[in-house]
């Protein structure tokens, strides 16, 4: 590597130890550097070779170089304009901030002082999606007419003592799990034309919106967002049909529980990382002939090993200006936005259109 990156986790929640800091380790060219904490010696005893802190303001005037936001919600907008006015680089955990205003600020801000700023949309990195986004691209489906996305939990007792149980809007399971499923159907699709939503609260003594159904109307493309806690056995992950087949996938990405259960994340280079089960592989359903009864083949699909690594590798050489960022700062405007029209849309019990000012 050209030169170490000095980096700095903020907070060791489950953000700071299952998403941030063990790929952020596994990159070469970052260094893990610092992580601020509160309180407690978790992170001391987990990374003993990192700086710890005990606020933001210690670590903005140390010479770390990027500062990955991984706080709770209500703080992200805050600490990712401090961060930027203190000339690092930026990280910053979803949903990036409250509003679409507040993200368009940031990416004005870092534009200004010359820094980078990037939204940790990590689902991108998933192997069901970077599976479900192959298949679209290669034509086997024909043209797209339906596509479902599903993120389904079983959690019907709110968590005692959880800041994301807590009252608020910030809180609300469409901005927790929405900005996954709204980021990939945007990545996937581009701009919608309309959008219809509904969020309810499910759970007896839940304090938020805790699921949604969010439709998003792309012309002759039609998607169907959906998350609950409720969900003991959940739906296909991803749902797709087409003209010229469908692929149908269950099952979540591994890596998320495998890091809660102790696994190590390998240094980039090592492909020993999950691979997905073969029972868990999707489903291609293809016509092979379409008169009447078409004649359908199926098939299963192996799952694209997923790789948050690559999400830390790509902000490593945008910064050493050797690649652009594969989620950027104007993907976290658009997706807030959508997600404050699906809200609108919930609460008004109406369909919206997405207007050029949506789509700046």
Known sequence: MD??????????????????????????????????????????????QATIYRSLDDLLVSDVKLVVVGTPNATHYEFAKAAIQAGKHVVVDKPVTANSTEAAELADLAQKHGVLYAPFHNRRFDGDFLTAKSIIESGQL????????????????????????????????????????????????GRPKF????????????????????????????????????????????????TGGSFRKYGL????????????????????????????????????????????????????????????????????GKASLIVTPQDATRTMRILELARKSAHQKRTLPIEDKDWN
């Open 195 to 242: 959008v219809t939503a509904h969020a309810r609260t499910e759970r007896e003594g839940s304090a938020i919106e805790d699921a949604f159904d969010i439709q998003l109307d792309f012309g002759g493309t039609q998607a169907l967002l959906r998350a609950s806690i409720i969900c003991a056995d959940p739906a296909p992950r991803f749902l797709i049909h087409g």
């Open 253 to 320: 990405d591994p890596q998320e529980p495998a890091i809660i259960n102790g696994a190590k994340v390998p240094p980039v280079g090592d492909d020993s990382w999950l691979t997905e089960d073969e029972s868990q592989w999707g489903t291609l359903s293809i016509a092979v002939d379409l008169t009447h009864p078409a004649k359908i083949e199926k098939r299963a699909v192996p799952t694209v090993r997923g790789d948050y690594r690559n999400f830390y590798l790509n902000v490593r050489d945008t910064i050493l």
């Open 142 to 189: 024909g043209r797209i007419v339906w596509f479902e996305s599903h993120f389904d939990r079983f959690r019907p007792i709110p968590r005692a003592n959880s800041w994301k149980e807590d009252a608020g809007d910030l809180q609300s399971l469409v901005l927790d799990l929405g900005p996954h499923l709204a980021d990939q159907a945007l990545a996937l699709f």
């Open 3 to 48: 030169r170490t990156i000095r980096t700095g986790v903020v907070g060791f929640g489950l953000a700071g130890k299952v998403f941030h800091c063990p790929f952020v380790q596994a990159v070469p060219g970052l260094e893990l550097a610092a992580i601020v904490q509160r309180k407690g010696d978790e992170a001391a005893q987990a990374y003993p």
